[in-house]
C-alpha cells in the first residue's frame, strides 16, 4: 500500500490528510495557519505535522508517494508565487521550501480552488469524469479546471479564476481584484446579499427579507426563495443567471464533462444548481443533446486535501 | 525523413498539403468539395487526390506518419460527427472513413478552427509557444485553444467556440447558432460592418463611411480607422472591446501564453491587435505584470493544413 499527503494551506488553518493511493482518507487533522513574519515559519510547521502524523501512524517516508499542496493564491508553471494575500507570503517557492524540510520528498503545489476540483473529480461530485469546472460559492467565487485529469493552473496561475470574469458594466463597487462588475460581487454568499439588498431598495415588493433589517445572508435568501418570495427569487435568477453565462463561457472554452458546484451556497441543494444548469444551457445554443451538467459538490471542506494528495498520483 | 500530410475542409475547397515532420512544407494544392449526396463521396475524393501527390513525389506510403484532417464543424472525442451544415455532412466519423480509404492509414480529425490554432502555433505567430488560443476573424469568429502543445477539443466539439460567447444582452437580430448577442455577432467582418452601420444610423457624425451608400466592408472601416475616422474607431472600439471582454474569459479559464489573432480582419495589422490587447489587459487585474499577450497569425489560408499535418505528430 502507498499513501499521499494532502495539505489545504487557509487564511486562519493547514488542513491536512494522509490517504492511501485508492483514495480512501485515513487520517484528517488541522493546525493554526503561522503567518507571522510573512509565513516564515508555516512550512516548517507543516512539515512537523506531517512527520509526527505519519510516525503515529507507524508509516515510514518510504511508503509515501509525496505530498500536496495548495495555497490560496495564483502559483506559476514553475511553481513561483509572487504574492499570497491572506498569508502575508511573498516571492516564495512553497513546494521546494516544504520537500527540504521532508527530506527532499516529491511535493506538488497548486491553487487552492484547483485543488478542490481535482479532489472533487477524484472522489467527490465529479466522480468517473475526467473533464470537470469546479465553482466554488463562499466568501468569494472560486473555480477550477480539470481537463483529461490534470489540474489547468494556466501561464499565469489565473486558469480557472471565473470569480473575476467582467459580468456587468457600470458597478460602481469595487471587486476585491480591483475590477467592476466582477461575477463574485453577485454570484458569491456576499454577492448575493449585495444583490438581494439593491432589489429591496428598488421598490416596496413585500419580502420576508425586510423583517431582517438588512442583517440576512445568502442562506436567508435560498431559504425564502425555497418557500416563494419574489425578491429572494428575482436575486437568485440574477445572481445564479451571472453564473450561469459564465458557466457557458467556460463551456466555449474547455468544454468540460460537467460542472460541480460546492461552497457555502451550494447547500442549498439542487434548488440552487438547477437554476444555475437553466441558465447555463439557454446559452448553449451550440450543443443540440443537453444533459445534466450541472451537479452538486460532495466533500465540503476536505475536497482541498483530497485533491492535493491526488496531484502527486498524476 | 518521414512526412505527414494536412487537409482542411472548406464549404467550397479542400486544401492540402504534404509537410516533413520538421514542419516544412513541400507541396500544397487543394481540390473542389464534393458535396453531392452529404458530400457521400468527398472522402474518395481526398483519398484519391493524396494517393497521386504522393506517387508524384515519389513519397511511399511507409514514409508517412499519417494524415490530419479538419472539418467546420463540431467534432466528439471518438471522432463522431453529428452534423457539418456546410457540407451537408450528417452522422459520420470523417477519421476512419479517410482511413479505411487509405490502407488503414492513420488519420485523426479535429475542428477547421482547432487545426488553424494548432498549425499558428507549429510555424506561425505562436511559434515557441505551448498554450494559445487563436481567433480567426472572418465571415464568423472562430477559436481555438491549444493546451499544452495540444489542441483542446472538448466534451461536445465546442472548446475554442468563442464566437458564440454571449456578449450582448438584448439583442434583436439572431445569430447563426440561434443564440442572441454573440460574439461573432460584432467582432466578425460582417459584424464590424453591422456595428458601424447602426453607429452611422444613430446620428450625423460625419464619417468617410457615409460615402460608400451603406456598401462598404470591414476592411473599409478598418483604412479609415486609421485614417481617424471618428464612426470607424468608434466602431472598432466597440467590435474589438467585445472581443478583448471575452479573451479575458479565456485567460480566466485556460490562461494562454498569447493570443493569435488571424483572419481576414487581422490584415490591418498591429493597428487591430493594440485594440484587442488594450480591451483585453483592462480586464486582467488579476496579472500584475503584462507582456505583449496578443500577436498577429502568420500562416493565413495555410494554417488549417500545417495544425492537421502536426495533429498526427503529436
Given at each position: 500500500?502507498?499513501?499521499?499527503?494532502?495539505?489545504?494551506?487557509?487564511?486562519?488553518?493547514?488542513?491536512?490528510?494522509?490517504?492511501?493511493?485508492?483514495?480512501?482518507?485515513?487520517?484528517?487533522?488541522?493546525?493554526?495557519?503561522?503567518?507571522?513574519?510573512?509565513?516564515?515559519?508555516?512550512?516548517?510547521?507543516?512539515?512537523?505535522?506531517?512527520?509526527?502524523?505519519?510516525?503515529?501512524?507507524?508509516?515510514?517516508?518510504?511508503?509515501?508517494?509525496?505530498?500536496?499542496?495548495?495555497?490560496?493564491?495564483?502559483?506559476?508553471?514553475?511553481?513561483?508565487?509572487?504574492?499570497?494575500?491572506?498569508?502575508?507570503?511573498?516571492?516564495?517557492?512553497?513546494?521546494?521550501?516544504?520537500?527540504?524540510?521532508?527530506?527532499?520528498?516529491?511535493?506538488?503545489?497548486?491553487?487552492?480552488?484547483?485543488?478542490?476540483?481535482?479532489?472533487?473529480?477524484?472522489?467527490?461530485?465529479?466522480?468517473?469524469?475526467?473533464?470537470?469546472?469546479?465553482?466554488?460559492?463562499?466568501t468569494?467565487?472560486?473555480?477550477?479546471?480539470?481537463?483529461?485529469?490534470?489540474?489547468?493552473?494556466?501561464?499565469?496561475?489565473?486558469?480557472?479564476?471565473?470569480?473575476?470574469?467582467?459580468?456587468?458594466?457600470?458597478?460602481?463597487?469595487?471587486?476585491?481584484?480591483?475590477?467592476?462588475?466582477?461575477?463574485?460581487q453577485y454570484?458569491s454568499a456576499t454577492g448575493i446579499v449585495r444583490v438581494a439588498k439593491r432589489k429591496l431598495?428598488?421598490?416596496?415588493?413585500?419580502?420576508?427579507l425586510?423583517?431582517f433589517?438588512g442583517k440576512f445572508s445568502a442562506k436567508d435568501v435560498c431559504?425564502?426563495?425555497?418557500?416563494?418570495?419574489?425578491?429572494a427569487?428575482?436575486t437568485?435568477?440574477?445572481s445564479?443567471?451571472?453564473?450561469?453565462?459564465?458557466?457557458?463561457?467556460?463551456?466555449?472554452?474547455?468544454?468540460?464533462?460537467?460542472?460541480?458546484?460546492?461552497?457555502?451556497v451550494?447547500?442549498?441543494?439542487?434548488?440552487?444548481?438547477?437554476?444555475?444548469?437553466?441558465?447555463?444551457?439557454?446559452?448553449?445554443?451550440?450543443?443540440?443533446?443537453?444533459?445534466?451538467?450541472?451537479?452538486?459538490?460532495?466533500?465540503?471542506?476536505?475536497?482541498?486535501?483530497?485533491?492535493?494528495?491526488?496531484?502527486?498520483?498524476?
Open positions: 500500500m502507498k499513501y499521499c499527503v494532502g495539505v489545504d494551506v487557509g487564511g486562519t488553518s493547514v488542513k491536512l490528510g494522509i490517504f492511501e493511493d485508492t483514495g480512501r482518507l485515513i487520517m484528517k487533522w488541522s493546525i493554526p495557519t503561522r503567518k507571522d513574519d510573512g509565513s516564515a515559519h508555516l512550512f516548517e510547521d507543516i512539515a512537523e505535522s506531517i512527520n509526527k502524523k505519519l510516525a503515529d501512524a507507524k508509516i515510514s517516508k518510504d511508503e509515501v508517494t509525496g505530498v500536496g499542496m495548495g495555497v490560496p493564491g495564483p502559483v506559476l508553471p514553475d511553481g513561483y508565487v509572487e504574492v499570497c494575500v491572506n498569508l502575508g507570503l511573498k516571492d516564495r517557492f512553497p513546494a521546494r521550501e516544504l520537500s527540504a524540510l521532508m527530506d527532499g520528498m516529491p511535493v506538488k503545489l497548486s491553487n487552492d480552488a484547483n485543488i478542490a476540483a481535482l479532489g472533487e473529480m477524484w472522489q467527490g461530485g465529479g466522480k468517473g469524469y475526467d473533464s470537470i469546472c469546479m465553482v466554488t460559492l463562499g468569494g467565487v472560486g473555480g477550477g479546471i480539470i481537463h483529461e485529469g490534470k489540474i489547468v493552473n494556466g501561464t499565469h496561475g489565473i486558469a480557472g479564476e471565473i470569480g473575476h470574469m467582467h459580468v456587468t458594466d457600470g458597478e460602481e463597487e469595487a471587486c476585491n481584484c480591483g475590477g467592476h462588475g466582477c461575477l463574485e454570484a431598495a428598488e421598490g416596496n415588493v413585500k419580502s420576508g425586510r423583517a433589517g431559504d425564502l426563495a425555497k418557500s416563494g418570495d419574489e425578491i427569487l428575482e437568485l435568477e440574477y445564479m443567471g451571472k453564473l450561469g453565462l459564465v458557466l457557458s463561457y467556460v463551456a466555449m472554452c474547455s468544454d468540460p464533462e460537467v460542472f460541480v458546484i460546492g461552497g457555502g451550494s447547500k442549498a441543494g439542487e434548488f440552487i444548481s438547477d437554476i444555475i444548469m437553466r441558465h447555463l444551457n439557454a446559452y448553449l445554443n451550440m450543443i443540440k443533446k443537453k444533459e445534466k451538467n450541472v451537479v452538486l459538490a460532495k466533500l465540503g471542506n476536505d475536497a482541498g486535501i483530497y485533491g492535493a494528495a491526488k496531484m502527486v498520483l498524476e
